[in-house]
């Protein structure tokens, strides 16, 4: 995973977002830690590891995609509860589906768009994550949420860049425990980096 890369399209996005909500010379810091810290509680409700209560702690990682033209029967749909059988479906070509999703990870690269703009307010992309000990998934969301707290009131530049850098170290490491290589991590960014300047150019 490149973040040297992540950084730049994550200073572009911050850019474009601030002219097209005319947001100049506003401090956003507040508002992008309470956004990390929603983000983590919405990837931790797509781990589902904690919820001791329930019969599936199993982490939501696909999600299938069914096509609603033609009622996932794959063929092509020339009337109410009419197909025509010889003809693929033109929305899913006859697989019945339109694609899949994985929910843990689009929760992931959500929160790794705050952390990395985060960054960019304070002047700290060039912070170098260390190597986390392998933890437990539930360890290391209690170590970030903790560290992100910290962040949020200590004063001074050395201080507030010592937890950011914890929080991205540990970060990168919950992405290893939860199963997701770099490879994956830096796709799943792309993709959604180009939806919200998508987003922003259609006035979300």
């Avoid at 947001?23 to 810091?29: A, C, I, K």
């Avoid at 990837?43 to 599936?56: A, D, I, T, V």
């Avoid at 910290?150 to 170290?169: A, D, N, T």
């Amino acid at each position: 995973m490149n973040l040297n890369e992540l950084f730049e399209l994550q200073r572009k996005l911050d850019e474009h977002i601030v002219k097209e909500k005319g947001l100049e010379g506003q401090d956003l810091l507040p508002k992008k830690i309470l956004a990390l810290q929603v983000e983590l509680g919405e990837l931790c409700q797509e781990w589902r590891g904690f919820k001791f209560w329930s019969k599936n702690q199993k982490p939501n990682m696909l999600i299938e995609h069914l096509c609603p033209t033609c009622d996932t029967t794959g063929y092509d749909k020339i009337g109410p509860e009419h197909y025509d059988y010889m003809t693929p479906c033109p929305e899913c070509y006859g697989t019945e589906k339109l694609g899949e999703t994985n929910p843990l990870l689009e929760e992931y690269v959500d929160c790794l768009h705050f952390i990395l703009s985060i960054g960019l307010e304070l002047g700290f992309e060039k912070v170098k994550p260390y190597l986390v000990h392998k933890k437990t998934a539930l360890t290391m969301f209690g170590v970030i949420f903790k560290e992100i707290s910290k962040f949020s009131v200590v004063s001074g530049r050395e201080h507030k860049q010592f937890y950011y850098g914890e929080i991205l170290s540990n970060f990168i490491g919950l992405g290893k425990t939860l199963g997701f290589t770099g490879e994956q991590i830096e796709q799943a960014y792309l993709e959604k980096n180009k939806v919200n300047h998508e987003r922003q150019r259609e006035g979300y």
